[in-house]
């Protein structure tokens, strides 16, 4: 319940690393750098625990069991593909890999919202659901097998549901 979530950068005002790290969050509509680090944190500690696994030998049980998980969790995340089925291509994983299957990039790239600002802005409105559930996290990872489930709230006035109160007022008048 209190473990970190993200990990500040070791040395502050590294320009290469504010200036990249900028330009990361403006091409995928981030709030702040700390959107940023949070996602370099997971990535961190997948990439650790696969670099441990592979010091351990090629049959230890260990290395099969959890590396199996590891690599079945990275394909339902979808940032491997089914065939790229080795640890080695755990540790070539990239931050932008796992920032194309936020929800927010997902509802941009389905043509839900007019831009990846617009995408954040509908999701914090509680207009876009993941299956049956609305959600209302822009950062949530989408699994591949729900990515073709995200779609409008039958709620919303964007998906066929009650008009919004501007709607309701020009109705009237």
């Not at 070539?92 to 796992?98: A, E, M, N, R």
């Not at 919202?113 to 209302?136: M, T």
């Amino acid at each position: 319940n209190f473990s970190k979530t993200s990990k500040t950068p070791r040395r502050p005002f590294e320009a290469e690393r504010i200036s990249s790290e900028l330009q990361v969050c403006g091409k995928f509509g981030l709030r702040c750098k700390r959107e940023v680090w949070r996602v370099q944190y997971t990535l961190a500690k997948i990439r650790k625990a696969a670099r441990e696994l592979l010091t351990l030998p090629e049959k230890d049980p260990r290395r099969l069991f959890e590396g199996a998980a590891i690599l079945r969790r990275c394909v339902r995340l979808g940032v491997l593909s089914e065939k790229d089925q080795k640890l080695d291509y755990v540790l070539g994983l990239k931050l932008t890999d796992f920032l194309e299957r936020r929800l927010q990039t997902v509802v941009w790239k389905r043509s839900l919202g007019r831009s990846i600002h617009h995408a954040r802005v509908l999701i914090r409105g509680r207009h876009i659901r993941v299956g049956k559930q609305v959600v209302n996290v822009p950062q949530v990872m989408v699994r591949v097998e729900a990515q073709n489930h995200v779609e409008f709230s039958s709620k919303s006035p964007l998906g066929g549901g009650r008009k919004g109160r501007v709607g309701r007022r020009n109705e009237r008048n």
